[in-house]
Structure formats: C-alpha cells, structure tokens
T-cell receptor
Framework: DSGVTQTPKHLITATGQRVTLRCSPR?????VYWYQQSLDQGLQFLIQ???????AKGNILERFSAQQFPDLHSELNLSSLELGDSALYFC????????????????FGEGSRLTVL | GQSLEQPSEVTAVEGAIVQINCTYQTSGFYGLSWYQQHDGGAPTFLSYNGLDGLEETGRFSSFLSRSDSYGYLLLQELQMKDSASYFC?????????????FGSGTRLLVRP
C-alpha cells in the first residue's frame, strides 16, 4: 500500500459527459502528479500541483482541468469526454518537488480506470 | 525536452537472467529510475541510479552510464511473477517541477 488513495477505481460513462477523479496523497506529501495511461501505452504526464499551486503542465487537453485543495487532495476533471479518453488515470505523490534527493521514487495510487462508451 | 527509449517487449525463461535497456536524451540529468507495473496495477518503484555504476537490490540490479546516456535493469533468477511492464524514468529539470518523465515501457513475459 503506497498510501495514495484514488477514487473511483472504475468509472463507465458516455461520450460528452464530465467526470471527476479524486486523489488523496500520502500523509504529508505536498506534490501531486496526474498521469494518463492508455491501453498498452506508457505513462503520460498531465499535470502537477505543489502545495495548492499548479507547478507543471504536460500535454493536458483543454477539456481537462485539475486542482489541489488546502487539505492537499487533488481532483482531475475531465469534460466533453471522447472515446479516446478511455484510460487509466494515475495519481502520484511526493513530499516535495519531484522525488526526494538521491531517489527516483514517486508513490502511485491504484489508478482510476475510465471507460467512455 | 526529454526522451527515453526502451524495447517494447522481452521474453525470457523462468530462472534465467534478462536485461532491459534504456537510452535517454535529456537537457539535464538527475538520475535514472526504474518502475515495475503489473497489468492493471500501480507502478511501483524498483531502483534508482544517480551515479555511474551498478545498484543491487536482491534479484534486481540497475546500471547507469551517464557518458553513454544509457542504463539497464537486470533481473536475475526470473520468476513467473516478474512478468510485468518495466519503465525507466528521468526527472525533468526544465521547469523546476522535477516531475518524472517515463519511457514507453518494456513488457517482460516470463515463460515456464
């Protein structure tokens, strides 16, 4: 158990709809990262928050948005869903910006599997 | 920008040794990490190399050559449970976020 909690684990919805994915980082971790993994693909970086502020953006679609709240949990909002948005969405956390010095470790949640029909 | 290349698939026999290579191109370098991911599961951290040489953790070892922009993950005494995808990753220093950028992954199939 990494200590990172993601909900829901599975979500099935229709094209055009909007969903919200939630992530609670490990206790005390200030950074939250969102990654998208399509079928048999790698982990594509979407967005990072640090202590409530957006820190970095990847190739995140304009239909997607995220935020980190004062209690440090984060939400990823996906709107106007398309079939191609079907994927596993992972949240990861770290204590500070990036893995701690001398380590490459981020702590990943179990992911939210989104299916768009 | 950052880019990492890995073979897409490797097959090996139970009990054997397998090496998964990773070459990278980065504008700055803060070490090479390796992650394991079983189908549908969360990526889990395996190993990190900040300096050249070999790091050993049980049956797994990881090697780095910064001059060659190259690293590998070595899995010994393969077990069926090692069948998974393996990702190399580097920190992206470009925007001071230090997020990890992942390679496309190598799917390892261990056969009896």
């Amino acid at each position: 158990d990494s200590g990172v909690t993601q909900t829901p684990k599975h979500l099935i919805t229709a094209t055009g709809q909007r969903v919200t994915l939630r992530c609670s980082p490990r206790s005390g971790d200030l950074s939250v990262y969102w990654y998208q993994q399509s079928l048999d693909q790698g982990l594509q970086f979407l967005i990072q928050y640090y202590n409530g502020e957006e820190r970095a953006k990847g190739n995140i679609l304009e239909r997607f948005s995220a935020q980190q709240f004062p209690d440090l949990h984060s939400e990823l909002n996906l709107s106007s869903l398309e079939l191609g948005d079907s994927a596993l969405y992972f949240c990861a956390s770290s204590a500070r910006l990036g893995p701690r010095r001398g380590s490459g470790e981020l702590f990943f949640g179990e992911g939210s599997r989104l299916t768009v029909l | 920008g950052q880019s990492l290349e890995q073979p897409s698939e490797v097959t090996a026999v139970e009990g054997a040794i397998v090496q998964i290579n990773c070459t990278y191109q980065t504008s700055g370098f803060y070490g090479l990490s390796w992650y394991q991911q079983h189908d549908g599961g969360a990526p889990t951290f395996l190993s990190y190399n900040g300096l050249d040489g070999l790091e050993e953790t049980g049956r797994f070892s990881s090697f780095l050559s910064r001059s060659d922009s190259y690293g590998y993950l070595l899995l010994q005494e393969l077990q069926m449970k090692d069948s998974a995808s393996y990702f190399c990753a580097v920190r992206d220093p470009g925007d001071s976020s230090y997020k990890l950028i992942f390679g496309s992954g190598t799917r390892l199939l261990v056969r009896p």
